[in-house]
């Protein structure tokens, strides 16, 4: 297997936060709802929000930087190692990210 890969990479974090919400459930707390009518529908009276998608997902998600390097074919079996081993030259772990995911890789 001649060739490179282009691996991309995050950090792993104790604190990363992942959430789904549904628009049903958004729409059935008061206090979006009270804010969605004060922000954009302001002096306007005897309004009912809704939505055409209620099942619709919203995602709360900790932003990630994303690492990129490269490593030969022949590496794939040991992409995560390599990842970590850029991680730690680049001197990216700190306290609480001590892990990395791989995001993409993709043949050069």
């Given amino acids: 297997m001649q060739g490179k890969l282009m691996v991309t990479y995050s950090l ?29 529908l302001k002096g306007v009276r005897n309004l009912e929000i809704s939505s055409s998608s209620p099942e619709s ?27 970590e081993e850029d ?5 990216l772990f700190k306290k609480g990210c001590d892990a990395v995911q791989i995001m993409d890789f993709v043949t050069l």
């Fill in 87 to 91: 991680a730690k030259e680049r001197k």
């Fill in 57 to 83: 997902q919203i995602i709360l998600s900790t932003e990630k930087e994303l690492y990129t390097f490269e490593a030969k074919k022949q590496d794939f079996a040991d992409l995560i190692e390599l990842a």
């Fill in 12 to 40: 792993i974090c104790d604190n990363d936060t992942y959430l789904e919400i549904s628009m049903k459930q958004l729409l059935e707390n008061e206090k979006i709802v009270k804010l969605l009518k004060s922000e954009f």
